[in-house]
């Protein structure tokens, strides 16, 4: 019989393969019977500390071996973990501390503080962690316990925990063994932050095959000259990421897909973009699935680009219905909304019984163990028997890979004292990546509108960066529908976020001037740029990241990485940077996860990565 567990899918591999490669993570590395035994002197303390089945322990840690080992450890003891992601705003992470009645958190002790000022009763640091286990840990952990709770964004303006158990998360792991299959041989390039649900498969499923998980720099998804050397040094043979992600690969002049299998997942696959990937000899994948759902729930293999790229067939143990408006599964070329059923379906949401409710409901065609998640998404079968997804059937949207409610921004914002109403809309940016855009009615129109910078700082100790509008707009009044719902593609275009006196241009350096000229060229603009604009508040995008630091490369005559505009991302602090950095910024690289989140929305453990389904 299979194992039913992500601690016996791991146990059996740790027997097998005791010195085979488990976790590199730069210099660092760990064979699987290092892991283990490091996972169960973890668990061991835990339970020591009360912890058991249907406890959450809180993980604070960047990509690391001691990751892996905590993500173990607190699944060996029999709990379930809750990833807290460093650079999330202080706010968020206590609410998701207490919202979970998490009271011990596992991370570093530079991490100590923040853990305490969450609302954590219990610290473990993973540096004063025995190397061998007291005593072994009773094995308690059963099909039916939780494993791990992400929290996804919600329509209210808190986040909403997804609960997962171990049946669930073992039937995945089965699957995505099977398609798009995994070997012993194979080195799996660990990419996502453990926010966001598909880092399981980097993490996980390598660890449950024999394989290796090599742990990614923390700038490589706005590095991806680093990126690429990474995936070459270390031969890496499977690479998961977003469509947002592969262009700013392919931008810098990657093309090394030979031999490799590339995983595209979290936004919907465009056909050039699938072309351009298939390009480089890799084997392309397209992804699809909520994390209610267990990370994935569809996969197609794409060997030929028509005029739309589909998510394929459903995942082994999983259902795929297309529900029409009268409940019944709609006919190839209807198009309805997706419910997803089978063993990935999770228990629902974190102490929420109403909204689960709502959305985990009883299955109407007769499938097991009965309950269908109700994904909001809308979809249709081709005739061939495969899945398109065609966008949602409410207000939730993925940007840069990640799934964001609208209503949690707007939720937010109406805390602006000077903001009467609002909506937050997703726009295309000029540089040609879609970013959210906020919409103000003000409550005193003689006052002026803040600007994207004033914005985000008040919202950002409430949201975490991903979820930050780049403009915002003054309207006098929110275009409706004749059926009285907010019509958001009559919004207008988003005011420009720049537009200095002449004089703002004049004070300029030399230095400066060549930073607003190439940013003007690359981004398609004609606005005169002050010192203090903000790359990001004028339509910067992590893929114009790329473009920026090669024209600067250009005229400086030497590399430019896009880490340091990146880090620098206004018109004065780029221009001192290049005057002080002969390096191009690549110093920066090893204290760069001490940093804060930026207005990308990256962290210290960040990629552009998803969390839910598009």
């Known amino acids: 019989m299979a194992p039913s567990t992500l601690v016996a899918l791991w146990e059996r591999q740790a027997v097998a393969t005791p010195d085979a490669l488990a976790v590199v993570a730069g210099a660092d590395r760990a064979t699987y019977a290092e892991v283990d035994r490091r996972a169960a002197a973890l668990a061991a303390e835990l339970r020591t500390r009360g912890v058991g089945a249907e406890s959450l322990v809180g993980v604070c840690l960047g990509r690391s071996v001691e990751m892996v080992v905590a993500l173990l450890g607190i699944l060996k003891s029999g709990a379930a973990y809750l990833p807290l992601d460093p650079g999330y705003p202080a706010e968020r992470l206590r609410h998701m501390t207490v919202d979970s009645g998490t009271k011990l958190w596992v991370c570093d002790a530079d991490r100590r503080a923040q853990a305490l000022a969450s609302g954590a009763a219990d610290v473990l640091l993973v540096e004063d962690l025995p190397a061998e286990p007291s005593a072994p840990p009773a094995h308690v952990v059963r099909p039916h316990h939780l494993a791990y709770v992400i929290y996804t964004s919600g329509s209210t303006g808190l986040p909403k925990g997804v609960a997962v158990g171990h049946a669930a998360l073992a039937s995945f792991l089965r699957s995505v063994a099977e398609r798009p299959g995994l070997t012993a041989d194979d080195r799996v390039l660990a ?24 742990m990614a720099p923390p700038v490589g998804n706005t590095d991806p000259e680093l990126l690429a050397a990474t995936l070459a040094e270390a031969e890496v043979s499977v690479v998961q990421a977003t469509p947002t992600t592969w262009r700013l690969l392919l931008a810098s002049g990657w093309t090394d897909g030979l031999g490799r299998v590339l995983l595209s997942g979290g936004e919907p696959l465009d056909p050039q973009l699938a072309r351009d990937l298939l390009a480089t000899g890799g084997t392309l994948w397209n992804l699809y699935g909520p994390t209610e759902t267990t990370v994935w729930a569809a996969a197609a293999r794409v060997d030929a680009v028509a005029d739309r790229v589909g998510v394929g067939r459903a995942l082994s143990n999983t259902r795929l219905h297309v529900v029409d408006e009268s ?11 997706l419910w997803i059923g089978g063993d990935g379906v999770a228990r629902g949401y974190l102490d929420r019984p109403a909204l689960t409710a709502d959305r985990f409901v009883p299955d109407p065609f007769g499938g097991a163990p009965g309950r269908l998640y109700r994904t909001g998404d809308l979809a249709r079968w081709s005739t ?14 993925k940007v840069r890979g990640v799934r964001i409610e609208l209503g949690e921004i707007e939720s937010t914002l109406q805390s602006y004292p000077a903001g009467a109403d609002c909506v937050v809309a997703v726009r295309r940016a000029r540089a040609g990546e879609d970013q959210l855009a906020a919409y103000l009615i003000p409550e005193h129109p003689d006052r002026p509108a803040p600007g994207p910078a004033e914005l985000r700082a008040l919202l950002a ?29 009559a919004l207008p275009d988003p005011r420009p976020a720049s537009d200095p006196a002449p004089a703002a241009r004049q004070s300029l350096t030399a230095r400066q001037l060549l930073v607003a000229e190439v940013w003007r060229e690359c981004l398609g603009v004609e606005d005169d740029f002050g010192p203090q604009d ?32 990146f880090r620098n991302p206004t018109v004065a602090g780029l221009a001192k940077a290049l005057e002080l950095d002969g390096s191009g910024g690549r110093e920066l690289l090893d204290d760069v996860g001490k940093k804060p989140p930026n207005a990308l929305g990256n962290t210290s453990t960040s990629a552009d990565s998803s969390s839910g389904s598009y």
């Open 461 to 489: 100790d409430r949201l975490p960066p991903y979820t930050l509008p780049q403009s915002c707009t003054v309207i006098d009044e929110i275009p409706l529908t004749p059926n009285g719902k907010v019509d958001r593609p």
């Open 384 to 397: 061939d028997g495969t899945l398109e997804m065609l966008g949602r059937t409410d207000h939730q949207v």
């Open 534 to 565: 903000d790359f990001f508040d004028v339509g910067g995008t992590s893929l114009a990241l790329t473009t920026i630091a090669g024209r600067l490369g250009e005229r400086l005559g030497r590399r430019v990485s896009p880490v340091l505009v």
């Open 327 to 337: 409940g019944r599964e709609a006919r190839p070329g209807v198009v309805g909304e």
């Open 191 to 214: 990419l996502t932050p453990l926010s966001f649900d598909i880092s399981i498969l980097e993490l996980f499923l390598p660890l449950t095959r024999g394989a290796t998980v090599v």
